[in-house]
């Protein structure tokens, strides 16, 4: 998007933090090039206006930089999720809001932990083909299937202010009945199929109307794969990039204090389709916060 890298946080709004860790994954790894795909297609973006706007796009009043990519090590995962927490603690305690590409769900996890040290239990919305809510193994506990699990048994998220977005695929259909049990609202592909977007937009607007801290995870995989290929666990029957484009402009008017895109694998994308289509998805959500 031609904006300045630094990791000078003065004056700065939004930091745009590469996350190149994919040792989470449980199927195809290549997560770890997503912030190099995606920062590759973001180089066709030009500034564009919302619809309805005078102003041409984000960066007119919105100070927003590259702040690079936090060090992990692909062996390690424990030390990873600390390096990742560490890191992202510096830039939410500077006042600015992260903006994350991934690597895999994993790293979720962690961003929630550091925004959870300033902000407390947070509404969360996540646009998913996976509840990501597996019980975690004792001693073993991350991976990109587990974070929202985590993340409401420490007290991160408050599942009755968190809504799932395009939940499908028979890895979730076993996960469906519990995220329900802890009050989470899911809304289902079949349900989208149904009903077009206006489920999932009215719970999104209950999250707004009650005006919380929230955070925002977009999960690549919500798309369906005839529109994002490159990614770790497809899962067929998803949104069009149309749909997910009107979730992401229905964000506007959210308390977001942090928002992450995630499980972008390049080596399995044609034609940069997915890349692009991440980056157009951070752009859109940056549209959002004017
Ligand atoms: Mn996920």
Request: aromatic share 6%; net charge negative; with cysteine.
């Amino acid at each position: 998007m031609r904006i300045p890298a630094t990791r000078d946080l003065t004056g700065v709004d939004v930091a745009i933090i590469g996350i190149p860790f994919d040792s989470g994954t449980t199927y195809r790894p290549g997560a770890r090039f997503g912030p190099r795909g995606i920062r590759n297609a973001s180089g066709i973006l030009r500034p564009y206006p919302a619809e309805g706007e005078e102003a041409w796009g984000p960066f007119v009043n919105l100070t927003v930089v590259d702040y690079g990519d936090v060090e992990v090590d692909q062996h390690y995962i424990d030390e990873t999720v600390a390096q990742i927490q560490a890191e992202l603690s510096r830039v939410v305690e500077a006042g600015v809001m992260p903006v994350c590409l991934g690597g895999d769900h994993t790293i979720s996890l962690p961003i929630l932990r550091a925004l959870a040290q300033k902000y407390g239990s947070m509404a969360l919305v996540d646009l998913d083909a996976h509840p990501d809510f597996r019980e975690p193994k004792p001693g073993r506990p991350y991976s990109h299937a587990t974070p929202f699990r985590i993340a409401v048994q420490e007290g991160l998220i408050d599942p009755r202010s968190a809504v799932q977005v395009g939940i499908r695929g028979p890895l979730s259909a076993p996960l469906l009945d519990q995220v329900g049990e802890v009050g989470v609202t899911a809304i289902t592909a079949d349900e989208i199929t149904r009903q077009g977007l206006d489920g999932a937009i009215r719970a999104i607007d209950r999250i707004k109307a009650e005006g919380r801290p929230t955070y925002v995870s977009l999960d690549i995989d919500c798309v369906d794969p005839a529109f994002a290929p490159g990614t770790g666990v497809p899962e067929v029957g998803g949104l069009t990039s149309r749909e997910v484009i009107a979730l992401v402009r229905s964000l506007r008017g959210l308390s977001v204090v942090g928002f992450d895109i995630v499980e972008v694998a390049p080596a399995y994308d044609v034609a940069e389709l997915t890349s692009l289509l991440a980056a157009t998805l951070v752009y859109e959500f940056l549209l959002t916060l004017r």
